[in-house]
């Protein structure tokens, strides 16, 4: 099928065009701006990219008419707290007009739950697209969504955030407000599977996860599974206002954004029913397992398994590591770079590193800290690597596992199994302008965890430093 798809830039959009490729279909990406489409160039080579601002209206005939479906994906939440509903209709509006110049059947949107008579002014724009949206010359399929569970949505993020840096929590209110989270693996087979679905035609749902929990429940199951000892109090003293600002100041959302997520956490999100769990014969997963997805050591970044998934076994030539990126929402990094002249030697010295070779620099702390790994359980040094000169992703180095490493492409990605209060990559890449980029990164898993990047940092400003150089000279 052709499909036009809008919204791509976004996180449901990323995640959704590698799937529909994987299916076989041609797809036409709709951007303002191509350099903001920041996918993988062996993605790059199977879309078709259209610039086009739904903000404004659009030129007759700038799409083809020969457009089967498309993907309604566009969101302006976290725009403008005061007219983001504006902007919102404005674009349903605009999309509409060009789709009805066009041969297209069916039009998908992702909306949100709003089964509520009183609506927050995000529901009851989101409720005002489907309306927009509506058309005699198409059909239109709208699911509605209430958390999405993954790593990178904002509403899980806020959860993450909460919990990892907070060990008493004093919460508002709307913390015992009912929601049925969804994993986002879930909302993409929900997607992919209305797609010309006879009886999903000019039909809305609302999709969610088996379970129906308060935001309280969400915050102290996460906390159990990341084993982590949390108390949580509630107080009506805490008005809205103030809770944004308190979202502002301990997570990582914008103020603007955390405005809007306030006014719809107080809202309940759960489903009418289950119809097209039935249809489509999708058993969603717990919100449990959905976390456990997120934290897998494999991605430790802002992709999904549910891309990886269908990548790892596709017919495209595509791997695991080519999505695999570092994650930058709540990190510490260590970031140096140095113009190399010989790639090819720069590069022989990177893919020895590690094991007898050590680590350029320093090598009787990487030992002390491998020592210091081993003493409270961890895997330390011992393991080593297997081979002294070749890397292979899924490798065991020491005390780290390689994610990602291909010659060609100049990268090497490791992530750290060493006993941590956090997460760790260290990443190394050359670029076309013949510069080194080593970085460090780090995702602290609360309180102890920026304590110990604190108290590392002194550390680590000689050891990066040494160790690039090291490893650029001939």
């Avoid at 007759?60 to 994906?73: E, H, R, T, V």
């Avoid at 674009?91 to 927050?120: C, D, H, P």
């Avoid at 989101?126 to 058309?135: I, Q, T």
């Avoid at 699911?143 to 955030?161: C, K, M, Q, T």
Wanted: glycine fraction near 6%.
């Amino acid at each position: 099928m052709r499909i036009l798809l809008t919204g791509v830039t976004g996180y449901v959009g990323k995640r959704l065009l590698p799937v529909l490729i994987e299916n076989g279909h041609e797809i036409i990406c709709c951007v303002r701006e191509k350099s903001r489409l920041s996918i993988h160039k062996n993605l790059l080579q199977k879309v078709q990219i259209i610039e086009v601002d739904f903000l404004r209206t659009p030129e007759p005939g700038i799409f083809q008419k020969n457009i089967d479906a498309a993907y309604y994906l566009i969101h302006s939440m976290s725009t403008s707290s005061e007219k983001f509903d504006l902007l919102e209709s404005k674009a349903a509006s605009n999309f509409k007009t060009a789709m009805e110049f066009t041969e297209v059947k069916q039009v998908i949107y992702l909306s949100g739950i709003s089964n509520e008579n009183k609506l927050s002014k995000h529901l009851k724009s989101r409720r005002k697209v489907e309306d927009l949206l509506k058309s005699k010359k198409y059909a239109l399929t709208v699911l509605r969504a209430g958390i999405i569970v993954g790593s990178g949505s904002a509403s899980f993020e806020i959860i993450r955030d909460l919990v990892e840096k907070l060990p008493l929590i004093v919460a508002p209110k709307w913390i015992l407000t009912r929601a049925q989270p969804i994993s986002i693996r879930d909302v993409i087979s929900f997607l992919t599977q209305v797609l010309s679905h006879p009886q999903c035609l000019n039909e809305v749902f609302d999709i969610g996860g088996p379970e129906i929990l308060t935001y309280r429940e969400m915050m102290l199951q996460y906390a159990q599974i990341r084993k982590l000892n949390r108390r949580i109090f509630t107080t009506s003293l805490i008005s809205p206002k103030i809770s944004s600002y308190w979202l502002f100041f301990i997570t990582s959302v914008s103020y603007k954004l955390a405005i809007s997520l306030v006014d719809s956490m107080k809202m309940e999100v759960v489903c009418n029913d289950n119809r097209l769990q039935e249809i489509l014969q999708i058993k969603p997963i717990t919100y449990e397992q959905a976390i456990k997805n997120a934290f897998l050591k494999i991605k430790q970044n802002l992709v999904l398994s549910s891309w990886k998934d269908s990548i790892i076994s596709s017919s495209l030539g595509l791997s695991l590591s080519d999505f695999i990126e570092v994650p930058n929402f709540g990190c510490y990094k260590n970031e140096k770079h140095l113009v190399i002249k010989d790639e090819q030697k720069v590069l022989n010295n990177i893919w020895t590193i590690g094991g007898d070779k050590g680590y350029y620099y320093a090598n009787w702390l990487w030992k002390i800290r491998g020592f210091s790994d081993k003493m409270v359980g961890g895997v330390g040094l011992r393991r080593g690597r297997t081979s002294p000169k070749e890397i292979h992703p899924g490798d065991a180095l020491d005390f780290w596992r390689v994610l990602y490493a291909s010659t060609e492409k100049k990268r090497l990605l490791l992530f750290a199994e060493m006993k941590l209060p956090g997460e760790a990559w260290l990443e190394f890449k050359i670029d076309e302008n013949h510069i080194l980029h080593q970085t460090a990164t780090f995702r602290p898993r609360g309180v102890w965890g920026r304590l110990y990047w604190i108290a590392t940092s002194p550390f680590h400003f000689f050891i990066f430093d040494g160790m690039i150089k090291n490893l650029a000279k001939e």
